[in-house]
């Protein structure tokens, strides 16, 4: 999905978190196989690669005055296709995770009543649900750079037209030093005079006009990316930690050859760390910190920064404690009581 496409409903968890609470239902083809959606290295690095063409050559010709920003952009663009490919890596190998886990535990007898690891089995198969929503997190913050970089587009278009005026104010001055050189008598040096006026007033307002464009998007542009760094960061942590709690029902205790594992019966509290994880992402807000009642940017010296934010920043943050409570509670769901996972993680 190409991130221009993106939709804001993205940040709605509930078009977001749309899956099963498994990969191998929606995997398996009609004959009872699954259907690997990896692709090979090869057939990556040929789609990615872009052919020749006169667009590579337009840094060349931007003026001197957008020519920074021109790269800088570039770089950017650098940056977003970087993290739209680690997202689709985070679902390839969420699904690779998911079908190696229905497959050993098909091919590892003995493990428990019925034969094969289940345990195995579901903790793979949930933790791949869980490295998929890491992979949408990125496809998300990828959109977000790729808005920033939007952004600043802007400034880069008013210093391309701020090029001519300065251009134009340049050549009629170095016209009247010449002629005042060669030609001090020259009468058009009172016409080349009144046209310095007039370029020098076009220029000063083509300047104010750039001076104003680039501190507002400038600082919207990174406010943009700053926000969407922090929601991906603790909407990654968070997910992070269910993860931990998932691998915290797989006992990984030794065994001597001949004796058997104890039956899995962690099925369904792994499905409720799937559960919590989906409420938490749905229920997170930007800290209240970051936000004011009128919802907008509070900046460290109390000022505001009026822009549209992403709809998942746009409430005011919930209060810390309240997240706190539901890990509290949360030490009560059985197979997870007594872990330690509030405290340490």
């Not at 869980?130 to 278009?157: F, I, P, T």
């Not at 391309?160 to 104010?169: A, F, I, L, T």
């Not at 930007?286 to 010296?301: A, E, I, R, S, Y």
């Amino acid at each position: 999905m190409s991130r221009r496409s993106t939709d804001s409903t993205r940040f709605s968890l509930s078009a977001q978190w749309n899956r099963a609470l498994s990969f191998r239902s929606s995997n398996r083809s009609s004959n009872g196989t699954t259907a690997s959606t990896t692709s090979s290295h090869h057939s990556t690095s040929t789609a990615s690669r872009k052919p020749f063409s006169f667009h590579s050559l337009r840094g060349t010709t931007q003026p001197p005055l957008s020519k920074r920003l021109y790269r800088l952009i570039k770089s950017a663009n650098t940056l977003v296709s970087a993290h739209e490919t680690a997202a689709r890596e985070r679902l390839s190998i969420a699904t690779q995770l998911s079908e190696w886990g229905d497959q050993s535990s098909a091919s590892s007898p003995g493990q428990g009543v019925g034969g094969g690891d289940a345990a195995v089995s579901d903790i793979s198969d949930k933790i791949g649900v869980l490295l998929s929503e890491l992979g949408e997190q990125e496809e998300v913050y990828a959109s977000r750079l790729d808005e920033s970089r939007g952004v600043l587009k802007v400034v880069r278009n008013t210093e391309r037209s701020v090029q001519p005026s300065r251009e134009g104010k340049r050549r009629v001055a170095e016209e009247i030093q010449r002629l005042k050189i060669k030609e001090p008598q020259s009468t058009r040096l009172v016409t080349l005079e009144q046209e310095l006026v007039r370029a020098e007033a076009e220029n000063l307002v083509a300047e104010a006009q750039l001076g104003n464009v680039t501190r507002q998007k400038l600082k919207e542009a990174y406010t943009v990316d700053f926000l969407a760094t922090i929601e991906r960061a603790e909407k990654q942590a968070i997910l992070a930690r269910h993860g931990l709690r998932l691998l915290q029902l797989l006992d990984d205790t030794p065994v001597v050859p001949g004796d058997v594992r104890p039956q899995y019966a962690h099925a369904s509290q792994a499905r409720q760390i799937l559960n919590d994880a989906e409420d938490d992402l749905r229920e997170w807000r930007l800290d209240g910190g970051f936000v004011g009642d009128d919802k907008t940017v509070v900046v460290g010296d109390g000022s505001e920064q009026q822009h549209a934010m992403p709809k998942a920043a746009e409430e005011k943050g919930k209060q810390k404690e309240k997240l706190k409570n539901r890990e509290v509670d949360r030490g009560s769901v059985e197979g997870t009581e007594g872990d330690g996972l509030s405290a340490k993680y």
